[in-house]
């Protein structure tokens, strides 16, 4: 079974350009969840989707950051205008259902903003 | 507010030492879930464990073992004879709710050296 996949693996983009990020779930995984770590910090929690609401967005840094997640399968991260202080490692995570809770992690997207 | 710390940010050992990996946390609730996941150099979080907070039966997996105390709110993590394949960062983390966000330690960096 695959897990979770993340694209790209690295972007680097000049302040006030426009990223998405992508993220694909495990198959079956009704829930998905952004995280994100700055500047080598705890890794903090964005977002969380169930299927294609979104449960939890209450860690959305700004309105520069925007996600999606179409047909309750793989989900996007946009961040327009990229600022400085948005460099990091983005990454997501997956659940089956609330029940089973455990989340398992893709291997990040490292974005880097000049 | 929850909030877990992880005091050591560098740990380095000699291959075949034990090391014991430190995690306190702090919430107001009487139902949670903790977890450790490691980062290898490659990147990924890669899930290690998960307890709920009633269950504070210490767990042994090969040369992995976790002391949970809710009296001290510790949940500490040992690994017996390190190997070098140890080597990466370790993150101990708290949910209060079944599939709710994580909250993370800063992280613990585990060098074991030849």
């Known amino acids: 079974e695959a897990g979770v996949t993340q694209f790209p693996s690295h972007s680097v983009i000049e302040k006030g350009q426009t990223v998405t990020l992508r993220c694909d779930p495990i198959?079956?995984?009704?829930?998905l969840y952004w995280y994100r770590r700055v500047m080598g910090k705890e890794i903090k929690f964005l977002l969380h989707?169930?299927?294609?609401?979104?449960?939890?967005e209450s860690g959305m840094p700004n309105n520069r950051f925007l996600a999606e997640r179409t047909g309750g399968t793989y989900s996007t991260l946009k961040v327009q205008p990229a600022e400085l202080e948005d460099s990091g490692v983005y990454f997501c995570?997956?659940?089956?259902?609330?029940?089973?809770?455990?989340?398992?992690f893709g291997p990040g997207t490292r974005l880097t903003v000049l | 507010a929850q909030k877990v710390t992880q005091a050591q940010t560098e740990i380095s050992v000699v291959e075949k030492e034990d090391v014991t990996l430190d995690c306190v946390y702090e919430?107001?609730?009487?139902?949670?879930?903790l977890f450790w996941y490691k980062q290898p150099p490659s990147g990924e979080l890669v899930f290690l464990i998960r307890?709920?907070?009633?269950?504070?039966q210490n767990e042994i997996s090969g040369r992995y073992s976790w002391n949970f105390q809710k009296s001290t709110s510790s949940f500490n993590f040992t690994i017996t004879a390190s190997q070098v394949v140890d080597s990466a960062v370790y993150f101990c983390?708290?949910?209060?709710?079944?599939?709710?966000?994580?909250?993370f330690g800063e992280g613990t960096q585990l060098t074991v050296n030849p």
């Open positions: 983390a708290l949910s209060e709710t079944s599939g709710s966000r994580l909250t």
């Open positions: 995570a997956s659940s089956q259902n609330l029940r089973t809770d455990t989340q398992y």
């Open positions: 919430t107001r609730d009487t139902t949670y879930y």
């Open positions: 198959s079956g995984h009704d829930n």
């Open positions: 989707f169930v299927k294609e609401s979104k449960q939890d």
């Open positions: 307890r709920n907070s009633f269950d504070e």
